[in-house]
């Protein structure tokens, strides 16, 4: 390995710690047995763990937000790969202006969108609701579907569809029989990023929920803001692990390079 190589490494391996210390701190502390954060922890224990499991406020949020993140997911695949479709497939005037148009909220910081949701829904009555919060999300997670299944639908073979037409099959039956199949890692891949899009979603849902409506990442918020003991990162350790399990089913089934369209 050369000098370059070396520094390379080097840098790489700099990166890699500092996005991982902080993991491993907060995995440290969920095991912690102090009243409060204490980092190296006194000593180790599984309590926290344990008071989680009789913490209804926060079992409450988890439960809501799995509800809001499994909607969303449905309506984000149900909205969003039509459009991804007819995006690739279709032949029009204004498609590259609409495919700006459908990702431009990905360009849009968070805090500018929760605000613009929040001023547009309070009228409506959709503050503080599911309806409303489910709607929030959604601004976020559709843009995401239309791209990766762009992306997916590009990469497919057009000689296997037009094969599929040539023997007599209509159009709405090669997208279902043929297209949607060969590109069902994408599907997978979107449902997953979708459902931990809208889990993980903070800023949004800190200004469309309220008393009556609240997610687990601004349950979470709350909890920290009067209280300064690891409940929470016992929270999180949890969390990290049900997202790892999610990568590795999707990696199981199907491929990440190969559901992202790599």
Not at 75 to 96: T, Y
Not at 193 to 203: A, G, H, I, K, R
Request: glycine fraction near 6%.
């Amino acid at each position: 390995m050369n000098g370059a190589g070396r520094v390379l490494s080097s840098l790489a391996a700099i990166v890699y710690v500092l996005i991982l210390a902080p993991i491993a701190i907060v995995v440290a502390l969920a095991f912690s047995a102090d009243n409060f954060i204490l980092f190296p922890p006194s000593g180790y224990s599984l309590r926290w763990f344990n008071q989680l499991a009789h913490n209804t406020p926060l079992l409450n949020a988890l439960w809501l937000s799995v509800q809001i993140a499994c909607v969303v997911t449905l309506l984000s695949l149900a909205l969003g790969v039509p459009a991804a479709l007819a995006l690739n497939k279709g032949q029009f005037r204004w498609r590259g202006a609409l495919t700006n148009f459908f990702l431009a909220p990905l360009l849009l910081p968070t805090l500018i969108t929760g605000l613009a949701l929040l001023l547009f829904f309070t009228p409506l009555r959709l503050t503080a609701t599911l309806p409303g919060l489910v709607l929030g999300h959604m601004t976020v997670t559709v843009p995401f579907v239309i791209r990766m299944m762009t992306t997916a639908f590009a990469t497919l073979p057009d000689d296997i569809e037009a094969a599929a037409a040539t023997l007599g099959a209509k159009p709405w039956r090669v997208v279902w029989r043929v297209t949607l199949p060969l590109a069902t890692p994408g599907l997978i891949a979107c449902a997953c990023l979708s459902f931990l899009l809208s889990f993980d979603e903070t800023v949004i849902s800190l200004f469309l929920s309220g008393p009556r409506a609240a997610t687990l990442p601004v349950e979470m918020v709350r909890y920290v803001e009067g209280r300064t003991d690891p409940l929470v990162a016992a929270l999180s350790v949890l969390l990290i692990v049900a997202t790892l399990i999610v990568v590795v089913i999707v990696e199981r089934l199907v491929g990440v390079a190969r559901a992202v369209g790599k």
